[in-house]
């Protein structure tokens, strides 16, 4: 009884921080944007600075990103992948040879004109993407197929000037790693685009507990250049899709605007093909908007800073911070841990962790020590459970790999209640108007179909998906001739 005393007490400080806490952060419900801003800020991912679009990202925010990062880099570099870096300026003349790359870009460019106090005499872009600098690199480095194939990356910022900007979605400057291939023939630079799509979903969905659609964007989607441009594609909780990673095959269009050839095994001259791939700061965003509620941000185990923090409950009472400093010594050897010692309340410090998405608290206090237990709660569904503390090496990594896998299957059912299919444009149009998601419909290949779409329901292609062509119906969604395809459209940020 004394035990169910002492949680009532908590539950009652714990419900009025928390109230404190959650006060300032807009419900999913009533308005999901500012739910999203409120989060990044309140639970410390980033900041604003003094040059609009361009984000501070703060610690917590950034070891995010870099666990992003070393995950990533593990599995690029499994596939024969070696980093490098490439400048950040680009001469404007390089940049512009290839046409339709630096049409594709010209909007967002930023450039340099003046270095010092004097006038450049060739202006400098800041890089938007570095596909000119690798090019203009191979042209050296390329002269036999024995030099081939080169699989490297870079980790780095690239600049876009948006005219309209979001925390970790959309912005002016961003971290983001770009991969960039050569190959010998048109058939090695596919088996890499695509192993490289597979490489990102397979993340997702094994790191950060989202499930995504694999499949190829349209030509009007595709990436300025590319012979062919891949997408994952993930919906996020308020039915919008975000596109979270690319691939793309540039066959030999960029080696023919560069002069890329190399001599083949009967010593005659060919171009290469090059494919790149990239996946960027926005990733985040996508976490926030899959896994979040409305206490703050909900993070998967395998990608989260703090996986467990300890609190010790009634610190005042003797023994009780030396007995929780000795558990969470005991948890760091299993986990990525920390305890919470700071003298503010038991229920700011567990509003605190719900804010900051920490997928498991320890609570430690006087009655607990006496019953050689301690209380575990889960943040994805608040579940308690009570552990013995001779089982804690066990029970911790158990549990965590069972919030892994239960944030997917939700997040996965999330999705696929969320799939609609449309057989013709009254019924397009009535579910991209009332019922959010993704929409199956089917698609001539006319350009002017899918443009019509997007201009007058404000839905676009997501991709023609790998492993979906299920002919839904015989005829287009938009004009109802014979249809070629099986196409995601969604409402994207």
Known sequence: MQRVHVNNLMAKDNNNNNKKMVEAITSMGEDFAQWYTDVVKKAELIDYSSVKGCLIIKP??????????????????????????????????LLEKEKDHVEGFA???????????????????????????????????????????KVYNQWCSVVRWEKETRPFLRSREFLWQEGHTIHATEE????????????????????????????????????????????????????????????????????????IQYADKNNQLQYAHQTSWGVSTRIIGAIIMVHGDDSGLVLPPRVAPTQVMVI??????????????????????????????????????????EMRGIPVRVELGPKDIEAGHCVIVRRDTREKIVVDLDEIETKIPEILETIQKDMFERAKAHRDSHIWDAHNYEELKDIAANKPGFIRAMWCEDRACEEKIKDELAVSSRCMPFNDQEHISDVCVCCGKPAKKLVYWGKAY
């Open 60 to 93: 917590y925010g950034y070891a995010i990103w870099e666990n992003i990062q070393h995950e990533l880099d593990r599995r690029f570099k499994e596939t024969g992948v070696e980093n490098v870096y490439m400048p950040l300026f680009i001469p404007e003349s």
């Open 188 to 259: 090695q630079a596919e088996a890499r685009t695509v192993q490289m799509l597979n490489l990102y979903a397979d993340f997702c969905e094994d790191f950060l507990a989202i499930p995504v659609v694999r499949g190829q964007k349209t030509e009007k989607e595709k990436f300025a250049g590319a012979e062919a441009t891949y997408t994952i594609e993930a919906l996020m909780h308020d039915g919008k899709a975000l596109q979270s990673g690319t691939s793309h095959n540039f066959g030999d269009g960029f080696a023919r605007a560069f002069g």
């Open 107 to 149: 909007p967002e460019v930023a450039w340099v004109t003046q270095g010092g106090l004097q006038p450049l005499q060739e202006k400098l872009c800041v890089r938007p993407t570095s596909e000119t600098l690798f090019c203009d690199f191979y042209k050296n480095l390329i002269q036999s197929y024995r030099d081939l194939p």
């Open 312 to 353: 010790p409950v009634q610190m005042q009472k003797e023994g009780v911070l030396e007995k929780a400093t000795e558990l969470y010594n005991r948890i760091a050897k299993v986990a990525r841990t920390k305890i919470d010692d700071s003298d503010k309340t038991p229920g700011w410090k567990f509003a605190d962790c």
